[in-house]
């Protein structure tokens, strides 16, 4: 095992009961080679022996492993984490990822030191493209277009499945991750760093869950993540409380029910008065403004697909011209305004839908009993 002078690379992962997955992932990255790392479980409270099999796996590919305990909450869990970090270079994966490519790290660790000696910049962070591990093959469009959103340094298009990998010098100029809030950390550090330095994607591809996409419908629960992703941004946070408690009513249904969501949505969206609720609407409209180049890439994604491309590879001719002559004006105000009134037009539709549906469901199975 290698001594905490001379590792080169610390992995942090937040855990807590993750006895199922983050052993094999322990047990696949002891496969990496030309690289020095660590390992360091930062543990939230398991109480399913996730440290402890943590451990044996460590052990048996012989790689040095840390297993701290910490206060319950990623953000808070990756900075403790990273405190206990012996490496100037962290990396930060989810539990259930998976590592194919036996020389990922060491390519990605080549491939941002050179751009740090390129640039003479300690302030770089790298993120790896996805490859979503999937049990069939539905939805093979969307999943190639999401895909191929990871390769991207957009924002919006970086989250923590494709790990964070950055120096622990840049990460305390940074802060770390926002504790204030217990959730979206990965988003608003990732929104630091395109406001304070540079992201960079990393050569190779992580593996990712795709379970809960299947299991709750791909389209469902992307639609879910953009509205997660435009009131975090425009600061209607009161949301997130409520739609844990509606995530959690939904228990084990068969597909995600975006209904109960779109009703707290209009409900908040007008409790501060109509002024603010129309201040929201504005600032959604200028948020799906501002992501109206994934209609162009979604362009490109099928022309390459079409050609045989990997999820991330092929001309982005769409995308170019998209942001050369198309994106300057439809950024400007009054597209933001009409862009609010056809979100709010779209919202307000897809809410009337969902109930009629939601309606005649309960009306079938009523008569039905």
């Known amino acids: 095992m290698s001594s905490p002078s001379n590792i080169e690379l610390s992995i942090i992962i937040p855990a807590i009961n993750e006895a199922e997955s983050l052993p094999k992932l322990i047990t696949t990255l002891g496969q990496q080679q030309n690289i020095r790392f660590e390992i360091i479980i930062a543990d939230g409270g398991s109480s399913d022996h996730t440290l402890t099999l943590c451990q044996a796996a460590a052990e048996a590919v012989k790689i040095p492993l840390q297993a701290i305990n910490a206060p319950a909450g990623r953000a808070k869990q990756m900075n403790e984490g990273s405190r206990h970090a012996h490496a100037t270079d962290l990396l930060f994966l989810h539990a259930d990822t998976t590592v194919d490519d036996p020389r990922l790290l060491a390519n990605a660790r080549d491939s941002i030191q050179q751009i740090r000696r390129t640039t003479n910049d300690d302030q770089i962070a ?31 298009c970086i989250n923590g499945d494709q790990g964070f990998w950055l120096s622990k010098t840049y990460l305390q100029q940074l802060g770390g991750f926002d504790e204030s809030l217990d959730y979206m950390e990965d988003a608003r550090l990732a929104n630091k760093i395109f406001d304070s330095g540079r992201w960079v994607t990393l050569p190779g591809k992580l593996g990712t869950s795709a379970r809960r996409f299947e299991s709750e419908g791909l389209k469902q629960r992307q639609t879910l993540n953009a509205l997660l992703c435009n009131f975090e941004r425009i600061g209607l946070h009161s949301f997130f409380d409520a739609a844990k408690t509606a995530y959690r009513q939904q228990g ?16 908040l969206s007008f409790s501060e008065g109509l002024r603010q609720g129309f201040r929201y609407w504005l600032d959604t409209g200028s948020y799906v403004a501002e992501n109206a180049w994934q209609l162009a890439f979604q362009k490109d994604c099928q022309r390459n697909r079409t050609a045989g491309h990997t999820a991330g590879d092929g001309e982005q ?47 079938k199975t009523a008569n039905t009993n």
């Open 317 to 363: 001719h769409t995308l170019k011209f998209y942001d050369q002559c198309i994106g300057p004006l439809i950024t400007s105000l009054p597209a933001r305004v009409i862009t609010a009134l056809l979100t709010a037009i779209w919202f307000y539709g897809l809410l009337i839908i969902k109930q009629l549906s939601t309606f005649t469901l309960s009306i």
């Open 252 to 267: 084990q249904a068969e597909t995600l029910n975006l209904a109960p969501f779109l009703i707290i949505i209009h409900r």
């Open 126 to 156: 790298g993120h790896f493209p996805l490859r979503f591990v999937r049990s069939s093959s539905d939805h093979d469009g969307g999943y190639y277009f999401y895909e191929a959103k990871t390769t991207l340094n957009r924002r919006d």
